[in-house]
């Protein structure tokens, strides 16, 4: 009984970091509206995902294309990609990928060719709202050589012919009925949202074990993930749209860290390490993050190019970089981030020039009217409405000068916004805004953008809302070069193209640029393993490798 009781004393003796941990509580500021890995775009659904479900391909943190579930990267050199000639008559190319051998759903069910031809067939169909639609249209022809070894057949040969990007798996055993039934209402019936804690949905270390809808997301391990096993039990997403609030949730213990991919803003980050020292690790990682505005362009008053360019004249961007991020974020002057080899440095830049701006107005017929308001021949008034993710204080702050900074020219902004779910979820997927959305785009390393700028990638209801050039861009040169981009090997060839599409987006101004950001990762001192990526493949795709000093 002594003994007992003096292993009990030691035990609580115990510095607190000393004690096991085996649960990590994350804060991140969105809620994913779908679970659905192939339908919608949003950058917590991804972070979320990378804990539970593996993609075949992914770039890792030093921006290199692996293999997650394939055996080999394939390339014209190792075989696995061969030239050949389309039954048409075109070039093409036949490209062959291995699944690692012993993958499983978290079911037990194993992972094979089978759920690829789902895939497949269901990215094909149209009416299903599964893109990216133009690697569908490519990709013309599926063999399963056997349960593990799958071939495309592509239409045309392009330097990206490696990466499957977002042509993941999904579990055939389970999806495959549900889509067959009716592929147009597929998306509503999914699994995914409506049965989400059905393990056989799930590939990763981890698997969704609880959903509380808008709020919080629990994962626990996978017991049938094949690969090193994670340390973490159980790892609880919590979202937190106010980002005030979460950074309280942080000071309070309530979360553990908060991720860089969607937490506190640069200059919150900064202030919090200021103030708490030593408590929490802090980094701030630049990357592939393109904060702008997309604008209705297909709407008056947008529709006028002059409208646009005016309005970027009238942003001193420089300026809000300085007082509200402390001089943390990139101007941008291009969708093509400098990290990006393909940036260019000569693309045309839009100086803060306010009398120029005015004078475009002028020109477009808006001239200045009561109360320091714009309006055109017909009485109306220049008024824009401006919305961005609600909560997000950096955003908000944002749009406070953006705001400030169009009146001074004569333009109104018109300030609603949503929370994000139904902002991306709705709003946005299907076109229902009318003048100009704060947000950003996460791109992978060299990502062609043929799906925000495409004229075919206009999402409609005929193609159930899939594309994501939400506004409504059209131009003949910029589609023949998002198709001939991809398709050219030479690396100089393809810079001079990237610089004119740089050249022609610049000039016509689909969205405003206004910065490429830097993310405040936000960690424990005994959390390790993390590492941020800077791109579009989330950090939660290595959770396996996160564990305690």
């Given at each position: 009984m002594a003994a007992?009781?003096?292993i009990c004393l030691l035990l609580l003796a115990l510095p607190a970091q000393a004690q096991p941990r085996d649960a990590l509580t994350i804060g991140i500021t969105q809620y994913p509206s779908t679970l659905h890995p192939n339908i919608e775009n949003m950058v917590a659904k991804s972070y979320v995902l990378g804990f539970a479900r593996r993609p075949v391909t992914a770039y890792d943190p030093d921006w290199r294309l692996i293999c997650l579930l394939c055996e080999t990267i394939p390339t014209l050199e190792n075989g696995l990609a061969v030239r050949e000639t389309t039954p048409d008559g075109r070039p093409g190319l036949r490209v062959t990928w291995v699944l690692?051998?012993?993958?499983?759903?978290?079911?037990g069910t194993p992972i094979t060719t089978a759920d690829l031809r789902f895939t497949y067939d269901a990215g094909r169909d149209g009416t299903t709202g599964i893109g990216p639609a133009?690697?569908?249209?490519?990709?013309?022809?599926?063999?399963?050589e056997d349960e593990r070894r799958f071939t495309l057949r592509f239409d045309r040969v392009t330097f990206e012919f490696g990466s499957l990007?977002?042509?993941a798996p999904l579990p055939a055993h389970l999806e495959r009925a549900r889509w067959e039934q009716e592929p147009r209402t597929y998306r509503t019936r999914t699994l995914y949202d409506t049965e989400p804690t059905n393990p056989g949905l799930w590939n990763g270390?981890?698997?969704?074990?609880?959903?509380?809808a808008g709020a919080a997301i629990t994962l626990e391990r996978n017991p049938h993930w094949s690969g090193p096993a994670p340390h973490f039990r159980r790892i609880t997403i919590r979202t937190v749209e106010n980002t005030p609030a979460l950074e309280a949730q942080l000071l309070a213990g309530q979360v553990d860290m908060i991720a860089g991919e969607l937490g506190l803003p640069v200059e919150q980050a900064s202030a919090l390490a200021r103030r708490t020292g030593t408590r929490f690790r802090?980094?701030?990682r630049p990357g592939l993050v393109y904060e702008h505005m997309d604008l209705r362009m297909d709407q008056p008053p947008l529709e006028d190019r002059r409208v646009r360019q005016a309005l970027l004249h009238a942003l001193d961007r420089e300026q809000i970089v300085a007082r509200l991020f402390e001089g943390r974020q990139t101007v941008a002057h291009t969708s093509v981030n400098p990290l990006d080899w393909p940036h260019d440095e000569n693309v045309r830049r839009y100086n803060h020039d306010p009398a120029r701006a005015a004078a475009l107005l002028e020109e477009a017929g808006w001239t200045m009217?009561?109360?320091?308001?714009r309006r055109n021949a017909a009485g109306e008034r220049l008024s824009i409405e401006l919305m961005t993710t609600a909560g997000n204080r950096s955003r908000e702050a944002t749009q406070q000068v953006i705001q400030a900074q169009w009146r001074a020219v004569g333009v109104e902004a018109r300030i609603r916004n949503e929370p994000p779910r139904v902002l991306f979820g709705e709003t946005l997927s299907r076109r229902r805004f009318t003048g100009a959305v704060l947000f950003a785009w996460v791109s992978a390393p060299e990502g062609v953008p043929r799906s925000s700028l495409h004229s075919t990638e206009i999402p409609t209801a005929e193609r159930n809302w899939s594309g994501q050039n939400y506004p409504g861009f059209r131009n003949a040169e910029m589609d023949a070069l998002l198709e001939a981009l991809p398709q050219e090997l030479d690396r100089e060839r393809r810079r001079a193209m990237w610089h004119r599409l740089q050249a022609i987006y610049a000039e016509e101004l689909p969205a405003l640029p206004l910065w490429f950001r830097q993310d405040a990762h936000v960690w424990p001192q005994w959390l390790t393993g993390v590492r941020p990526t800077g791109h579009l493949n989330p950090s939660s795709l290595w959770a396996e490798r996160w564990g305690v000093r």
């Open positions: 007992r009781f003096l690692r051998e012993g993958l499983r759903w978290g079911d133009e690697f569908y249209r490519s990709a013309y022809e599926f063999i399963a990007g977002d042509f270390p981890f698997r969704v074990a609880q959903v509380q802090t980094e701030f009217g009561p109360g320091g308001i």
